[in-house]
T-cell receptor, first 112, second 110 residues
């Protein structure tokens, strides 16, 4: 089975722009979660989608949003980028909630 | 939310044993995961504990005490490739929300 894939792998944006990141889960997995990882804050939960519905949400501002499509692929969007949004964004999929999560390689976002 | 604590750093010698502790405070506890993350890579699953006791998987073992809000990951016969960050993560609530600790960076020295 192919693993979790994320595109793009690297991205450089300027403040004020918006960005969309994509995640394709492992075939058959219906749960997709997004995380932000920075050296100072560790792995912070953004949101989780299951069967196209947002099931959980972390403590991030409304500039961070996401969605899941009928094929379980997911996208997250960050609008009005700030310097502090520079981070590694990880996507993880699992067959259902509460199961082991499989992580993608991440998208390294740099905001200048 | 969950309060998850684990040491920031640990150093050990090749061939030795290291125990990484994780304490948590949460309501509606469902289970606890341990993940390994090498620098520049994504986290990979190591273990999942739901019930009290020790789960052994080769050189790695994980222990859980639900009543004490405590878990540990035991790494035996340390190898250089075990140098990585080890993340403790708690699943809680009816919505199975997963929360990660800040991670413990383990450095294995020759």
């Amino acid at each position: 089975k192919a693993g979790v894939t994320q595109t793009p792998r690297y991205l450089i944006k300027t403040r004020g722009q918006q960005v969309t990141l994509s995640c394709s889960p492992i075939s058959g997995h219906r749960s997709v979660s997004w995380y932000q990882q920075t050296p100072g804050q560790g792995l912070q939960f953004l949101f989780e989608y299951f069967s196209e519905t947002q099931r959980n949400k972390g403590n991030f501002p409304g500039r961070f949003s996401g969605r899941q499509f009928s094929n379980s692929r997911s996208e997250m969007n960050v609008s009005t980028l700030e310097l502090g949004d520079s981070a590694l964004y990880l996507c993880a999929s699992s067959p259902a909630q509460g199961y082991e999560q499989y992580f993608g390689p991440g998208t390294r976002l740099t905001v200048t | 939310g969950q309060n998850i604590d684990q040491p920031t750093e640990m150093t050990a010698t090749e061939g030795a044993i290291v125990q990484i502790n994780c304490t948590y405070q949460t309501s509606g506890f469902n289970g606890l995961f341990w993940y390994q993350q090498h620098a520049g890579e994504a986290p990979t699953f190591l273990s999942y504990n739901v019930l009290d006791g020790l789960e052994e998987k080769g050189r790695f073992s994980s222990f859980l005490s639900r009543s004490k809000g405590y878990s540990y990951l035991l790494l035996k016969e340390l190898q250089m490739k075990d140098s990585a960050s080890y993340l403790c993560a708690v699943v809680a609530g009816i919505d199975y929300k997963l929360s990660f600790g800040a991670g413990t960076t383990v450095t294995v020295r020759a």
